[in-house]
């Protein structure tokens, strides 16, 4: 079972996840940390960006978890530049230490397995920061990825397309395809931590925590992590037992 830690907000979520990757760097100062995009995680790149000063963050690199296909990497809403933007720049990172998966259409048959070799090649990843979809995906592991998976293209939902259209002008702007490290990519880091926020989230976190293991709720494959720790509101919790 996960530990659950209920917070106030997202902003002591934050916090919270903060004092754990700063205590994995003073105790690690190689980290690799495994980056989830969206809105959830962004309180904590803002904290640690407020550390930044105090912490040595020389030697830490990164992964993503994911990458639409077909959106440049220059596109503003392309996860390189999401993660070029809130992680590398504020917290002050070595660019050539932080990865995200290659969505360029004409390599994308390799690209999966070079990722997985990357992270191979880095140690593997030390904490993997969480977010969780609506439908329960992580990462964007929509309901049917298998727990074995990893890093390989997938076609995005409706539901997770209508959820991110808010980043782009129009909801047909949102690609339809990504490449996203597998659940199985994800159960290899050593420590996961998976956010949610809103009661939007609610029923996703209580099928991801308490529910059975089904490949239709991906979230519940942190049941199968022996070190996961789920951070969330009271609003995120209202669905728990
Ligand atoms: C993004 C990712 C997704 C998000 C999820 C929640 O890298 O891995 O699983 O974490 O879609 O998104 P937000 O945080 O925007 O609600």
Do not use: W
Not at 49 to 67: K, N, P, T
Not at 74 to 93: A, C, D
Not at 223 to 240: C, G, K, N, R, W
């Amino acid at each position: 079972m996960a530990e659950i830690v209920i917070v106030e907000d997202a902003q002591a979520a934050g916090e919270l996840v903060a004092d754990a990757v700063s205590a994995l760097i003073a105790r690690k100062p190689d980290a690799v940390l495994g980056l989830a995009t969206g809105s959830t995680p962004l309180a904590v790149y803002r904290a640690l960006a407020d550390r930044a000063g105090s912490l040595d963050l020389g030697q830490v690199s990164g992964f993503a978890l994911d990458e639409y296909v077909g959106l440049p990497a220059s596109h503003p809403e392309s996860y390189r530049s999401v993660i070029t933007r809130e992680v590398v720049e504020p917290l002050g990172l070595d660019p050539d230490r932080v990865h995200v998966p290659d969505g360029t259409v004409d390599t994308i048959q390799t690209a999966g397995a070079d990722y997985e070799r990357a992270i191979i090649a880095a140690g593997g990843i030390d904490l993997q920061i969480l977010g969780v979809g609506t439908d329960g995906h992580i990462g964007f592991n929509e309901p049917g990825s298998s727990f074995a998976s990893l890093t390989r293209v997938k076609t995005l939902t409706e539901q997770t397309r209508r959820d991110n259209a808010r980043f782009f002008d129009s909801p047909d702007d949102v690609p339809m395809h990504c490449i996203t490290q597998g659940l199985g990519t994800i159960l290899r880091a050593e420590h996961l931590v998976m956010l949610a926020f809103g009661e939007g989230k609610a029923k996703a976190v209580a099928a991801s925590v308490e529910g059975p293991l089904s490949a239709m709720m991906p979230g519940s494959a942190i049941q199968l992590h022996p070190h996961a720790t789920v951070v969330i509101d009271e609003a995120a919790a209202s669905e728990l037992k």
